[in-house]
């Protein structure tokens, strides 16, 4: 391999976590909100978390360090403070940190701001509001502190921030009008911050657009040419490197390309070598290549990982490595998983693991493979091992799908079921329920911390999870709901429960990632072909039904959910994986069916989340998508009613999947979008029954009963009263029970007053 000149750094990662390898921040955030923890306590362990994480990317030998990757909550609700751009309803909040929390997750009086997800993960960012009211205004200490604490440690520090592009295409219009209108308005901003951190002594920054690998908007690359040619021009300023990650660049590459900017980063793992290799102007570039999967957990093949190094060598100014997109979404270190078996540890590489793996492929593209001999013969060994694994190909499994046919994913007529479920339930019109799961309580954390340590057996452990589960039907008796959960207090996780049950996954001890906010996830590893050895709800689901007359659904994680908020394999495409969870779930369906249960929901709220970021690619997404729900729930009977749900996505570009899927009842986040989505879900020809959340329960407030009224009259206008049921936007696991049992005591009493003006 030949060797590298004039390189500005050789070695780096767009990102890295914030939340703490034991959630240290969580911790701190939530002991905040609570009053046990003040400003400055927090402020400690924040700043304690990054030192951490900037010793560990040096000692790793990354050559620059990505800095201002720290949030307290959010990197987007970061740049609409740094841009001065948060809605007025919080301005009055003189706490800068109370009021960052109060646009987050809103406090009695305000609202928050709408939560989506980060284009195709599952890491939800707070959506920017932008009306004609807003005033773009630089406030750029956050950033400038970091790189100052960088300069402490003595590292090489890269600050990275939210590029315009993607802050406005990503934020939500308040009026007429696009937010990309504002650009213009915006760059000056930018071209300040520019001026500040070059006075800073900052040599390169890192301005993320994610936005140039989507088609969110028309006319993305002629746009990035503009906008980075004005900032390019700056008088002074740091060298620009813009990262491109999640997907091809496209025609953006060559326009940033020509643009003047100093570096570009492209995502070598969801982008395509050859949008690089053809573009010319790279090779007067700095290009930093995201050969190391930045999300996903797979161990990098370091061989091919260097050939594609090698490729690019001729083609760019100087070369750097690095993951395709911050270590945000993945854990931090393999380190604490002692369950994992030889083989299967020796195909994974968590955050720690790729950094490592940065840094091996950076000397070896300068010294040659040879210098890193055994590290290259080390992971050739162990990928190797993956091949002929008896658990990643599975005979029966694989023989199964291939004799599905159409009638196996097709039910009977609508209005044929709808019959015979109104005989079967008798509700009445306006029913009303819950998504699910209900507060996890400090007795379930306690109980299932002495099964851990083995103060209670596995049926003293159950006797617990039986007293929770009456506990949660007698509080919705007494609420006085018309259908009923069984609050999933045995549960840990909706996805991590079901994976922990199914041969072909492996549930991690601590590989935490962060979801949003202060809420942390232990995404499982779907590794082989998926096997439902037994059932895995139907006791829980039965012992709820003994408890009360009224019908208890059985509550079930759909497949495209389980595979999108997993670490999935990368060795299949994603439907085939889909299709093999997805007959798990149907066998699941069937059994609860046998076993007297008359409702099912199958949630599958990452429906929109897998959606691909370029137009062509979604419709054959969205066919494998709908076929993989509708062959997990087509094994029953008609008088069995399926219910589905989804939140927290922009639902306009799968509204016709959502119609597709077939469900009797489809429960849908809807507050903070103001039931915006029934109208799209009308026109498309929507005909099944909907229930559009009524209040948000990622927020602490709870809403009075005049509020849900005014929610339900709003959606009587768009669905009958025969097709409407009431529901909150989402689980009910985050919350505290007084909030629970106050806001759906609320959400009872709006019901029955419409109901009976209906």
């Known amino acids: 391999m030949s060797e590298r000149t004039n390189s500005p750094f050789t070695a780096t990662v767009l990102g890295a976590p914030r939340i703490g390898p034991r959630r240290e921040l969580k911790r701190a955030i939530e002991g905040y909100w609570a009053g046990r923890v003040d400003a400055a306590e927090l402020e400690a362990t924040a700043a304690g978390l990054r030192a951490d994480t900037i010793a560990q990317l040096s000692a790793a030998g990354l050559d620059s360090i990505p800095v201002n990757t720290f949030s307290y909550y959010d990197q987007v609700l970061d740049t609409a403070v740094m841009l001065g751009a948060l809605p007025e309803r919080v301005a009055a909040i003189s706490d800068p940190l109370d009021r960052y929390f109060a646009a987050a997750r809103g406090t009695a009086d305000v609202a928050p701001l709408e939560m989506t997800k980060w284009f195709d993960t599952n890491y939800h960012y707070l959506v920017p509001e932008i009306g004609p009211d807003t005033t773009f205004t630089l406030n750029p200490e956050k950033v400038l502190a970091e790189v100052a604490e960088a300069r402490t440690a003595g590292v090489n520090a890269r600050p990275v921030v939210v590029g315009p592009i993607t802050f406005l295409a990503l934020s939500k219009?308040?009026?007429?009008?696009?937010?990309?209108?504002?650009?213009?308005?915006?760059?000056?901003?930018?071209?300040?911050?520019?001026?500040?951190?070059?006075?800073?002594?900052?040599?390169?920054?890192?301005?993320?657009?994610?936005?140039?690998?989507?088609?969110?908007?028309?006319?993305?690359?002629?746009?990035?040419?503009?906008?980075?040619?004005?900032?390019?021009?700056?008088?002074?300023?740091?060298?620009?490197?813009?990262?491109?990650?999640?997907?091809?660049?496209?025609?953006?590459?060559?326009?940033?390309?020509?643009?003047?900017?100093?570096?570009?980063?492209?995502?070598?793992?969801?982008?395509?070598?050859?949008?690089?290799?053809?573009?010319?102007?790279?090779?007067?570039?700095?290009?930093?290549?995201?050969?190391?999967?930045?999300?996903?957990?797979?161990?990098?093949?370091?061989?091919?990982?260097?050939?594609?190094?090698?490729?690019?060598?001729?083609?760019?100014?100087?070369?750097?490595?690095?993951?395709?997109?911050?270590?945000?979404?993945?854990?931090?270190?393999?380190?604490?998983?002692?369950?994992?078996?030889?083989?299967?540890?020796?195909?994974?590489?968590?955050?720690?693991?790729?950094?490592?793996?940065?840094?091996?492929?950076?000397?070896?593209?300068?010294?040659?493979?040879?210098?890193?001999?055994?590290?290259?013969?080390?992971?050739?060994?162990?990928?190797?091992?993956?091949?002929?694994?008896?658990?990643?190909?599975?005979?029966?499994?694989?023989?199964?799908?291939?004799?599905?046919?159409?009638?196996?994913?097709?039910?009977?007529?609508?209005?044929?079921?709808?019959?015979?479920?109104?005989?079967?339930?008798?509700?009445?019109?306006?029913?009303?329920?819950?998504?699910?799961?209900?507060?996890?309580?400090?007795?379930?954390?306690?109980?299932?911390?002495?099964?851990?340590?083995?103060?209670?057996?596995?049926?003293?452990?159950?006797?617990?999870?039986?007293?929770?589960?009456?506990s949660v039907v007698d509080l919705q008796e007494q609420i006085g709901l018309d259908v009923l959960v069984h609050g999933e207090p045995e549960r840990n996780d909706m996805v991590q429960y079901f994976a922990e049950q199914l041969d072909g996954f492996f549930a991690t001890v601590n590989g935490w990632v962060q979801s949003y906010g202060t809420r942390c996830v232990r995404p499982p590893i779907l590794f082989g072909d998926v096997v439902r050895p037994r059932p895995m709800t139907v006791d829980w689901i039965t012992f709820a039904q003994t408890l009360t007359a009224k019908p208890v659904k059985g509550m079930l994680t759909g497949p495209v959910t389980i595979l999108a908020w997993s670490f999935v394999r990368n060795d299949q495409p994603l439907s085939e994986s889909a299709d093999q969870i997805a007959l798990a779930i149907r066998d699941e369906t069937v059994d609860l069916e046998k076993a007297g249960v008359g409702i099912i929901q199958v949630d599958e709220p990452a429906l929109r989340e897998l959606l691909p970021l370029r137009n062509a690619d979604k419709q054959a997404y969205l066919d494998w998508a709908v076929r993989a729900f509708r062959l997990s729930t087509a094994g029953v009977e008609d008088a069995t009613q399926i219910h589905t749900h989804l939140c927290y996505s922009e639902f306009g570009e799968v509204i016709d999947a959502i119609a597709e899927l077939d469900a009797d009842v489809t429960s849908i986040e809807a507050a903070r979008s103001h039931m915006e989505v029934l109208d799209d879900l009308n026109s498309v020809g929507f005909a099944n029954a909907v229930g559009p959340g009524v209040y948000d329960i990622h927020s602490p407030r709870v809403p009075g009963t005049s509020e849900i009224e005014t929610s339900l009259a709003e959606a009587l206008k768009a669905v009958g009263p025969q097709r409407l049921w009431v529901n909150p936007d989402c689980g009910l696991k985050t919350r505290t029970t007084d909030e629970v049992t106050e806001a759906l005591t609320n959400m009872v009493a709006a019901a029955k007053s419409v109901r009976a003006g209906t």
């Open 173 to 470: 219009p308040i009026g007429a009008g696009s937010p990309l209108d504002r650009i213009n308005e915006l760059l000056p901003c930018y071209l300040e911050l520019l001026r500040v951190l070059a006075e800073a002594g900052v040599e390169w920054v890192q301005i993320d657009e994610p936005a140039l690998v989507t088609d969110i908007a028309s006319g993305l690359p002629a746009l990035a040419g503009s906008v980075y040619s004005a900032l390019a021009q700056a008088s002074a300023r740091p060298k620009i490197l813009v990262a491109t990650y999640f997907g091809d660049a496209g025609e953006a590459l060559p326009a940033l390309a020509r643009s003047g900017v100093d570096g570009v980063a492209v995502d070598l793992i969801e982008g395509r070598l050859e949008s690089v290799v053809d573009v010319p102007e790279l090779s007067r570039l700095h290009v930093v290549a995201g050969v190391v999967d930045g999300r996903n957990i797979w161990r990098t093949d370091l061989e091919k990982a260097l050939a594609t190094l090698g490729t690019l060598l001729g083609s760019t100014g100087s070369l750097a490595v690095s993951t395709s997109c911050s270590t945000l979404h993945v854990p931090y270190s393999l380190e604490p998983e002692t369950e994992l078996d030889d083989n299967l540890r020796g195909w994974l590489a968590f955050g720690a693991e790729k950094y490592t793996e940065v840094a091996t492929l950076s000397r070896a593209l300068t010294g040659g493979r040879e210098a890193e001999a055994a590290a290259f013969d080390a992971c050739a060994a162990a990928l190797a091992t993956r091949a002929t694994d008896p658990r990643v190909h599975v005979d029966a499994v694989r023989e199964r799908l291939a004799a599905v046919n159409d009638a196996d994913v097709t039910r009977g007529e609508a209005a044929t079921r709808l019959a015979a479920q109104n005989e079967r339930l008798d509700l009445p019109a306006l029913p009303t329920t819950t998504i699910g799961s209900y507060p996890q309580t400090s007795a379930i954390r306690l109980a299932r911390a002495a099964l851990r340590k083995g103060e209670i057996d596995q049926a003293g452990y159950e006797q617990k999870m039986r007293d929770e589960i009456k």
